[in-house]
């Protein structure tokens, strides 16, 4: 099972309303591969920190809420008819995020890819764009994006065996029978803690693998971009 269809996650965004999207979201970023780092990384404008930390100004909030809005809009409509199509959430998820790139001048941007490329990690360099600019070759691209490959496929694996027995809970029928529902998907979900962790073990060697391909050149490049910006006095 792939992470896209795993749930119709709702999240708040800028504490104003509530968004239905097919997306899974990983600290604040979407777990997305039809959108490009720079793309996932837009999403962070929504956050009221990342908002101030980047110094948006009144009209750039504006222009933030209003299209976040118009996205909303659509995802509701989205949401509420028979069978929607995966691609026209893909499509609205697309236009969010350029509109919040549109929003953001050069500055504004960096400081956004690079707070996302911290949030994404190693994975980023799956990134054509990311890729380019740390200066990898084709092989060593390749190599990168088979590993992430294969872990994500394991990854999505431990998610569709949770989905799985999620999904074998009986429905709830009654407000009593709705809190014994919550508390049997807490169980289930926490009795993968196992395996959740043998992913982040993993995840860890991934890291250092992918580190392991790039040159010192290349590391220091990519090290500088994923750092956390320091504000200047």
């Known amino acids: 099972m792939k992470n896209l269809s795993l749930s119709r996650m709702v999240f708040g965004v800028l504490g104003a309303f509530a968004i239905a999207t097919p997306m899974t979201m990983a600290q604040g970023v979407p777990n997305s591969p039809y959108l490009s780092v720079a793309q996932r990384s837009a999403f962070l404008v929504a956050n009221p920190d990342i908002e101030t930390k980047i110094h948006l100004t009144s009209a750039q909030h504006k222009a ?26 893909e499509e ?27 949030k994404i990690g190693t994975e980023a360099l799956t990134d054509t764009s990311i890729a380019q600019r740390v200066g990898l070759n084709p092989s060593q691209a390749n190599k990168i994006a088979s590993l992430f490959r294969a872990f994500n496929k394991r990854q999505e694996d431990v998610d569709a065996m949770v989905g799985v027995a999620l999904a074998a809970i009986p429905e709830p029928k009654t407000g009593k029978d709705q809190a014994a529902y919550e508390e049997k998907q807490k169980s289930v979900t926490a009795s993968y803690e196992g395996e959740r962790q043998r992913l982040r073990k993993e995840k860890a060697l991934l890291n250092n693998q992918v580190l392991n391909i790039l040159n010192a050149t290349q590391k220091k490049v990519w090290l500088h971009l994923a750092a956390v910006p320091t504000k200047k006095k």
Do not use: M
């Open 64 to 89: 933030i809420l209003l299209a976040t809005k118009r996205y909303s809009a659509v995802s509701e409509k989205l949401s509420a008819s028979k069978d929607p199509a995966q691609k026209a959430f």
């Open 92 to 118: 609205n998820d697309l236009t969010l995020a350029n509109a919040y790139l549109n929003t953001l001048n050069p500055v504004q941007k960096e400081e956004v890819l690079r707070l996302g490329v911290q």
